[in-house]
């Protein structure tokens, strides 16, 4: 459910407001831990899907603020990589206190449209490479060691991603 206000049309082009998504009997979009759950576990299959997903921005569009219980979730998140950032496309979706960004910016409200497209354009001209790997600190020293003999931070980089998809490991 994506509703956010409530309002029933009273014919001859008269509309009540009825209320916002707080009043509402269902719970809308990201507020609803199920629509969560099924963003951050579908961000996952996809980074773990192939090589290849690990150049794709993920970004989890809704139209509401996230509950609150979500907001250290969201953070880490963004600052792992899986995601990179959970935006509401509705800047005032309630007259009440709600979420507008969290401490980390795992989750933004987005005011308007030069704010998405300087987000998006900074997203899509940054060279964003995800990894992850559970190692031994013995084997990311060895990675380390390894790709630091490249000359230039981007070859390094490169060097690194592609060692932990070797076999390198003790």
């Not at 719970?27 to 997903?53: C, Y």
């Not at 993920?58 to 969201?74: H, M, R």
């Amino acid at each position: 459910m994506s509703i956010v206000s409530n309002y029933k049309y009273l014919g001859k082009d008269s509309v009540l407001y009825v209320g916002d998504y707080k009043t509402h009997r269902g719970t809308p979009s990201l507020l609803r831990s199920d629509s969560m759950l099924k963003a951050i576990g579908k961000s996952i299959n996809l980074r773990v899907s192939s090589k290849d997903a690990r150049k794709i921005p993920i970004v989890i569009l809704g139209n509401s603020p996230i509950q609150e219980s979500y907001a250290a979730k969201v953070d880490m998140l963004k600052q792992s990589g899986v995601v990179q950032g959970f935006w509401s496309l509705h800047p005032n979706p309630t007259e009440q206190e709600h979420i507008k960004c969290t401490d980390k910016k795992g989750f933004l409200t987005i005011n308007n449209t030069n704010e998405i497209y300087a987000l998006c354009l900074n997203m899509i001209n940054n060279d964003l490479s995800y990894f992850s790997a559970m190692l031994s600190k013995q084997t990311i020293g060895k990675i380390i060691s390894i790709a630091n003999l490249e000359k230039t931070n981007e070859s390094k980089a490169e060097k690194f991603l592609s060692l932990l998809n070797e076999d390198i490991h003790e």
